[in-house]
Nanobody, 116 residues
Framework: QVQLVESGGGLGQPGGSLRLSCAAS????????MYWYRQAPGKERELVAR????????SYHDSVRGRFTISRDHARNTVYLQMNNLKPEDTAVYYC?????????WGQGTQVTVSS
């Protein structure tokens, strides 16, 4: 069955970097639209980054554009979110998502905390 497992979260310094990973099983990441969402305490979940299933088309939330990069590794069947120049407002639980045949799947989330 479809499974998404996030890793790589933790404590990051302002101005620092973290890389989140989303290991997929039960499907091929190149055949699905893949997403990273985040949810901060008391706020709604927001779309951070998206990569289309065909071609290398990506889109980003305005607050992370130029700092975050979404990518996928076909050989490892994994999607990444490289986060640079971290800010305290990036603190949230980050979720990996996949849309397969109009059905959305989610991982369990990984906590990212940005603090000095």
């Amino acid at each position: 069955q479809v499974q998404l497992v996030e890793s790589g979260g933790g404590l990051g310094q302002p101005g620092g970097s973290l890389r989140l990973s989303c290991a997929a099983s039960g499907f091929t990441v190149s055949a699905a639209a893949m997403y990273w969402y985040r949810q901060a305490p008391g706020k709604e979940r927001e779309l951070v980054a998206r990569i289309a299933s065909t071609y290398v088309i990506t889109s980003y939330h305005d607050s992370v554009r130029g700092r975050f990069t979404i990518s996928r590794d076909h050989a490892r069947n994994t999607v990444y979110l490289q986060m640079n120049n971290l800010k305290p407002e990036d603190t949230a639980v980050y979720y990996c998502g996949a849309r397969i045949s109009s059905t959305d799947y989610w991982g369990q989330g990984t906590q990212v905390t940005v603090s000095s």
